[in-house]
């Protein structure tokens, strides 16, 4: 880690002081060095909404066989998912296949999944530089007992090009939803 900076309605605090933290717009800036790659993470919570953004520069051409952006774990007490690919078609399924299974992998404007004990809806919209991949694309990795993790790979057998700066961002919000129509209730706030 190069740097870290946490902000709390605009003024900088202490990143690693722990304790709660309260405030309107909570933004933690995070640079760091991993071999040929320079990495700048933002992750910016505003009024309840998840705002994700990563900027990856190589420092040389570097060849990779894989690359995760977005790695969010749901927990298991998640039931359902769907999404909108990014050809406009809407698909859905659930966690009930084979344990250690993958679910969607496809190319997406947006993912969400439902939480019938929380009675909730976990919709995630990626930016348009950031709905195409290459490998899982966007997927689901269901591992019954521990977690649904959503991952985005946007690149895969590639080279990153030295001093080009690659860049993902998603929005992650929360919707209050009945399981009887929870699908719509998304459909509805995303419009």
């Known amino acids: 880690m190069q740097s870290i900076e946490l902000k709390v309605d ?31 993470s933002v992750i910016r919570l505003e009024n309840g909404t998840l705002e994700c953004e990563q900027f990856l520069t190589a420092t040389q051409d570097e060849p990779i066989n894989f690359l995760y952006a977005f790695m969010f774990p749901w927990n298991t007490t998640t039931s359902q998912w769907m999404a909108k690919t990014t050809g406009g078609t809407i698909r859905e ?15 997406v404007q947006w993912t969400s999944l439902y939480n ?17 991949g290459a490998g899982v694309k966007h997927g689901y990795w269901n591992v019954h007992k521990a977690y649904h993790k959503e991952y985005y790979q946007p690149l895969a057998k590639t080279t990153l090009v030295k001093d080009q700066t690659y860049h993902w961002k998603v929005k992650v919000l929360f919707v209050p939803a009945e399981e009887t129509d929870w699908k719509e209730t998304v459909k509805k706030s995303l419009h």
């Open 10 to 40: 605009g003024k900088s605090t202490d990143a690693l002081n722990g304790g709660v933290i309260k405030g309107d717009l909570i933004e933690l800036t995070k640079e760091s060095t991993l071999a040929t790659t320079q990495l700048k």
């Open 116 to 132: 019938p004990i929380a009675k909730l809806a976990a919709i995630t919209i990626f930016d348009k530089d950031s709905q195409n």
């Open 93 to 107: 399924g659930d966690f009930t296949s084979a344990d250690r299974a993958w679910e969607l992998r496809d190319n």
